[in-house]
């Protein structure tokens, strides 16, 4: 397999069907998770954010963090152990609300990789461009993805828009690489 083989992904099978929920990112939370993403230099970088959910379903970020992780130009790794740091010390409310990783270049459509590395279907995945040091404002040039229908579906800008809000507010935030 070649590494062309790797990135690319087939395109769904069925069409993305937009649902009414949305995840409420703290301001903060987001200025925050774009610095751990630089902090990592010319290196994909994964972080996580976590938050309560309400009884629809809507999220709310409230703890950014980077975790223990392997990181090169083109990927990154999390190992169950280093999420269990994480996972055993948050509220038992608070879930996992979305995964977030950057790109080496302009692309932020998943690939093969990012599929199989998202640590649940029940989060967004979202992808920030040149190693998170693309500029405009959220979301231009983030590449959001929501899992249904057994695929990782690449938000268009409006479904994006809708379905991440930017709100006043903080977010705990945590580097432990």
């Known amino acids: 397999m070649d590494i062309e083989d790797e990135l690319r992904r087939p395109p769904p099978v069925y069409p993305y069907q937009p649902v009414d929920l949305q995840l409420l990112v703290p301001s903060n939370a987001l200025s925050a998770s774009l610095a751990l993403l630089r902090r990592a230099g010319r290196n994909e970088s994964g972080l996580f ?7 629809s379903g809507n999220g ?13 130009w083109g990927n990154y790794a999390v190992s169950a152990q280093a999420l269990g740091e994480i996972v055993h010390q948050l509220p038992n409310d608070w879930k996992p609300l979305a995964q977030i990783h950057s790109h080496p270049g302009v692309g932020a459509e998943h690939s093969n990789y990012d599929d199989r590395m998202v640590i649940s279907h029940r989060v967004l995945s979202l992808v920030f461009p040149f190693y998170g040091r693309g500029s405009g404002s959220f979301p231009v040039g983030v590449g959001v993805h929501e899992w249904q229908n057994e695929y990782w579906h690449l ?8 379905r991440v809000l930017i709100i006043d507010g903080t977010a705990r935030v945590e580097d432990l690489r």
Do not use: I
């Open 49 to 55: 954010w976590y938050g309560p959910r309400d009884s």
């Open 60 to 72: 709310t970020v409230a703890y950014v963090v980077a975790p223990r992780q392997w990181m090169s």
């Open 155 to 162: 938000l268009d800008f409006e479904l994006a828009q809708r």
